[in-house]
């Protein structure tokens, strides 16, 4: 059986040694005029929260928003007066606050209207719902789920520890 040549890549047409640089200058003037555009930064719709959602007269909430671009935003609601978000720190994109709900607010849903960077500004509008009845005041609830056993337990550790304490001083001055 003859033996058949290797195949052989087709011919090509030398290219011309002026394609080189004229791709190589078609690239850097592209690279300098992307680096020259100016560049616009767009932000998407801010989101925002209030926390709780649901709250008594009187109460408190926390004010969130992110995404706004700015480092300041206005917040209103009928529940309370205008409150102005800032960020923790220099590098935060999330604005903090809180308010205290008006002790004669109706009851029911009430708007909340956060404004990026003040009136004018993107906006978002969450809802607040105001519960009727006050606010809890006196231990705010910080005993009401204990058991009499819990109690009995922690009034006798408090005990004992009043107790040891007397007697290292008793015996400090002794000595």
């Known amino acids: 059986?003859?033996?058949?040549?290797?195949?052989?890549?087709?011919?090509?047409?030398?290219r011309s040694?002026?394609?080189?640089?004229?791709?190589?200058?078609?690239a850097a003037a592209a690279t300098l005029i992307a680096?020259?555009?100016?560049?616009?930064?767009?932000?998407?719709?801010?989101?925002?929260?209030?926390s709780p959602t649901t709250v008594a007269p009187g109460g408190r909430v926390a004010?969130?928003?992110?995404g706004c671009g700015t480092k300041v935003a206005r917040v209103?609601?009928?529940?309370?007066?205008?409150?102005?978000l800032t960020?923790?720190?220099?590098?935060?994109?999330n604005l903090f606050g809180s308010a205290t709900v008006f002790s004669d607010a109706s009851p029911g849903a009430h708007r909340v209207t956060f404004e990026c960077g003040g009136p004018g500004g993107q906006s978002v509008t969450v809802s607040l719902q105001v519960t009727p009845g006050a606010a809890r005041g006196?231990?705010?609830?910080?005993?009401?789920?204990?058991s009499t056993t819990q109690i009995a337990v922690g009034g006798t550790l408090a005990a004992a520890a009043l107790v040891g304490g007397v007697w290292v001083l008793r015996r400090r001055a002794a000595a």
């Open 1 to 14: 059986m003859p033996a058949t040549p290797l195949a052989q890549p087709p011919a090509t047409a030398p």
């Open 17 to 26: 040694r002026s394609a080189a640089p004229r791709r190589l200058m078609t």
């Open 35 to 50: 680096a020259a555009t100016p560049v616009t930064l767009a932000h998407a719709a801010p989101s925002a929260s209030v």
């Open 63 to 66: 004010l969130n928003v992110a």
């Open 76 to 84: 209103t609601s009928t529940a309370f007066n205008e409150v102005r």
């Open 87 to 93: 960020p923790g720190n220099l590098e935060a994109t």
């Open 138 to 146: 006196g231990t705010g609830g910080s005993i009401g789920s204990m």
